[in-house]
Every structure is written in C-alpha cells, then in structure tokens.
C-alpha cells in the first residue's frame, strides 16, 4: 500500500478496463472517486467511495465532479482518464457529425478534464494516465477518425507530460489493444461465427490472445503510482505485442 493511500479520480469507470483500473487502485488503498455515463453506480463501488455519473463533455459537469472529488478525498494524487468513445467507418461514409463526434469524446473531453484537474492536484505533483489505444500508434483501415482521435489524445498526453513536468506532475498515455471486456465479448458473439472471428482476431497479435482487464489495469496502475517516479511522456503499449509487429 502506497504511504496513506492516494487520492484518485477516475473516468470511464463503469465497465470493462475502467472497473479493472478502480479494482487495482482499490487493492493498494486508493481513496476512489469515479465517475462514467451510466447513472447507476458500478456494482464494484465500495463504502466510502463516490460515483458521480455525468457526461465529460459539458464542462459544466467536469467543473462539478473535480470540486466534488477534492471535497470527497482532497487534493488529487492520481487522475486516470479511462473514457472514450469507439467508432468505426470508412472515409468515405464517415458523417462530418460522427468523426466531430469521436474528436470531441476522445480528445477535447479529456483535455478539459486535464485542465481542470491541474489545479486540483496534490503540491507535491502527481500523475495523470490518460487511456489510448494501440490505434493511436498505428492505422487502421475503417478505423481512420478512431485513430486520428486516439492519436490526438496520444500527443496530448506527451505535450502535457513536458508542460507540467516542472511542476511535478506527470502525465503518461497507456495504449491497451483488443481486451476481454463486455463490450468486445459483446461484439464477438454478434459474429456470424463468433469462435472463427476470435480466433481471426487472436490471430493478429503476437500473442496469440486478446489481454485480461486486469493485466491492462496493471500497467495503468503502475504509471498512475510513485512507482513510475521518474516516467513521464511515454506512450506504454498493452497489446501482446501488436504495435512491435
């Protein structure tokens, strides 16, 4: 356990990667507070922890739920950014809407948590984790704007990481590839042949198997803990090799 456990916000908690990451703060003694789309709080919430649903791209919102962390655990030691938006679609059939859309949700939401939180930090500095994507590494076909905005987000991350690095405040990007959370589960069975559009996809990883939540949240956890003291501005890639290939 970290010296009298650390304060965290994290968004995008309500399923998948972001429960994990809440799990894995929740086992070293994190004081959480959470937040996500869905009004109903996660069933994993614990006693003493505050979810506070909401939509991070009103800003009036965002203001709102870093007032009410700072209130519920103090100033922030950790910020885990976890949210985003999916989207798939060819150039050519991507609506204007759709890829503002993806912009909006993945990038600008997270940059105005990021300039809200800055302030709300502990004096001794801390860490900032913002969740990309393999995709904000490499392209992909169908995937263009999904990778632009993981992108954007990817390079948000390291021009933050050196702005406010003299002010103690770290700020590295976590790039998960294909993980076993519902919302993939979900999306494979929707296959005509689930078990064959599996097995395609384990198929292009190295190896050879999508990642576990809880190994993503591992790598979260270690760069949004004093244990990665003297990291900022990386891009750490939790992808079974993919981006290496």
Known sequence: MTDAGLAVLLTGASSGIGDAVAERFRADGARLVLTGRRE?????????????????????????LVAEAVEAVGPLDTVVLCHGLQGDGAIEAMPLERAAALLDANVLSAFSVLQRVVPAMH?????????????????????????????GLTML??????????????????APGLTETPTIAAAFD???????????????IPMRRLARPEEVAEAIFFLGSPASSYVTGVVLPIDGGYTAA
């Open 190 to 204: 929707a296959k005509d042949d689930p078990v064959a559009y599996r097995a395609q996809r384990a198929a292009t």
């Open 40 to 64: 109903e709080p996660p069933a994993s919430l614990r006693a003493g922890e505050r979810y506070v649903p909401g939509d991070l791209g009103d800003p009036a919102f965002v203001e709102r």
């Open 123 to 151: 004096e001794r500095g801390g860490q900032v984790v913002l969740v990309s994507s393999r995709l904000g590494i490499v392209g992909i076909a169908g995937q263009v704007m999904y990778t632009a905005a993981k992108g």
């Open 157 to 174: 991350g390291k021009g933050a990481a050196v702005e406010l690095a003299p002010r103690g405040i770290r700020v590295n990007v976590a």
